[in-house]
């Protein structure tokens, strides 16, 4: 079992054309190919969930217990206001990295609040697609660090 999520929440299947000026020119279609490339350099594979479903978010988050050893997660507006989501990750106990492709802290004061965070191993933010990445490295360098 060598496998990562990588979980996205609303309004992200609109990367590329969604406040390009906010989010890029990236599509999620781009990001998803990116970080299987990226997980295979690192002998991981990876599977992308997007939804625009709180509940079908949950859900993925769920079946991950004994099917993948992280989660790389992007929530969208949902960070700021899913405590469900929280309580997801935290039951699970899979090392979650969060990441968004924008700097929230940068934002409107709303963006500031995680629900995501208190229960990540970290959050990577304002890096654009590449945070995926980023996440990606951390996740695995974190991982070879349990396995040690």
Do not use: W
Not at 48 to 62: M, R
Not at 97 to 114: K, Q
């Amino acid at each position: 079992m060598s496998d990562i999520l990588v979980l996205n929440g609303p309004n992200l299947n609109l990367l590329g054309t969604r406040q390009p000026e906010v989010y890029g020119s990236t599509t999620l279609a781009m990001i998803e190919d990116a970080c299987r490339d990226r997980a295979q350099t690192l002998r991981y594979t990876v599977t992308c969930v997007q939804s625009n479903h709180e509940g079908e978010l949950i859900d993925a988050i769920h079946a991950a217990r004994g099917r993948h050893v992280g989660i790389i997660i992007n929530a969208g507006a949902y960070t700021h206001s899913s405590i469900a989501l929280m309580d997801a990750i935290a039951s699970v106990e899979i090392p979650t990295v969060e990441v968004h492709l924008s700097n929230i802290h940068a934002r409107e004061e709303f963006r500031h609040r995680s629900y995501i965070a208190p229960v990540s191993l970290g959050q990577i933010c304002g890096f654009g697609a590449t945070g995926y990445l980023l996440a990606m490295e951390a996740l695995a360098v974190h991982l070879s660090k349990g396995a040690a």
